[in-house]
């Protein structure tokens, strides 16, 4: 199911969505997909139908970059994916790749999270 289009007066929502490689960055980048733990889908499905849009911000752990950001554009499902080829993960969801580049952390420094004590964005 997609987002319902336009919804105005709803925010925005932004996510940093962390990989533990860019193989899987690669994957969603080509299929247009993703998948995340089960604790996060219940806050991104969340996010998808109470905001006008949801950006996920993908960045591989301990690279130093974000590789990109994408929008949200079903919610999480219950299928499966063997793409990522490991249980842990949980449905996956379509996303919308908007920009695929990578962007050293140092050019978001001025970003700071306050809901994460105004710590830097990255």
Known sequence: STSPSPRQNMPV?????????????DISQQKGIWSTTPSNERKLNAAFWESSTVYLIFSVQGSGHFQGFARMSSVIGCEKSQDWGSSGFGGVFKVKWIRKES??????????????????VQ
């Open 13 to 25: 929502r932004y996510f940093i969505m962390k990989s533990s490689n860019l193989q899987n960055i």
């Open 103 to 120: 962007i050293p952390f140092q050019f978001a420094h001025h970003l700071l999270n306050p809901w994460n004590d105004s710590k830097k």
